[in-house]
């Protein structure tokens, strides 16, 4: 896999997430602030600079989607261990990273295919953690911990629904209807 401009970023964001969550564990709002506002507009960069240079490949896209999963995994841990989501949720985000990437045959080198939840609960496992991470940093008492957990077991919600759904489509194509 070449290491262009796209696959750096995407690299050095999957670096950032045991940093990430170590800041977060540990109450170092600056840094945790600092290194999402990067994850997120890393994410958003890698892959448009990517298909503008004409490097977009799978390698590359699994990449990013592995950089975002455990990013996101790391930080709902972090985020778990305060009580601010629920202990399943990094568990799940993790089993379904590697759900995903197993039945899109990521691994041989194929495209991932997201289905359309799989693909919102992608960004929206970003949300508790940038409400956790702007709140802590702006200082404010709003939205409590308790709020925060809220998103956390409603995406605990949807991504058991994903998985299922990912699940029953695998084994519909396998069964040819």
Request: no cysteine; charged share 15%.
């Amino acid at each position: 896999m070449p290491v262009g401009p796209a696959n750096a970023l995407s690299g050095l964001r999957l670096l950032s997430a045991p940093v990430f969550a170590f800041a977060l564990a540990e109450d170092r709002t600056a840094l945790a602030f600092v290194l999402f506002w990067f994850a997120v507009g890393s994410d958003v960069l890698d892959g448009r600079i990517a298909r503008a240079r004409g490097e977009a490949s799978a390698p590359g896209g699994f990449l990013d989607h592995l950089a975002d999963a455990t990013f996101v995994t790391l930080g709902l841990l972090a985020a778990a261990s305060r009580g601010a989501v629920p202990q399943l949720l990094p568990a799940l985000v993790a089993l379904a990273f590697g759900q995903y990437a197993a039945d899109s045959r990521a691994l041989r080198g194929e495209l991932l295919r997201a289905s359309a939840l799989g693909r919102l609960n992608g960004i929206a496992y970003f949300v508790p953690l940038g409400t956790l991470v702007g709140r802590d940093w702006l200082g404010l008492g709003f939205p409590t911990d308790g709020w925060i957990r809220l998103m956390g077991w409603l995406l605990v919600v949807s991504t058991l629904l994903s998985m299922f759904d990912r699940m029953h489509a695998l084994l519909r194509a396998r069964a040819g209807g």
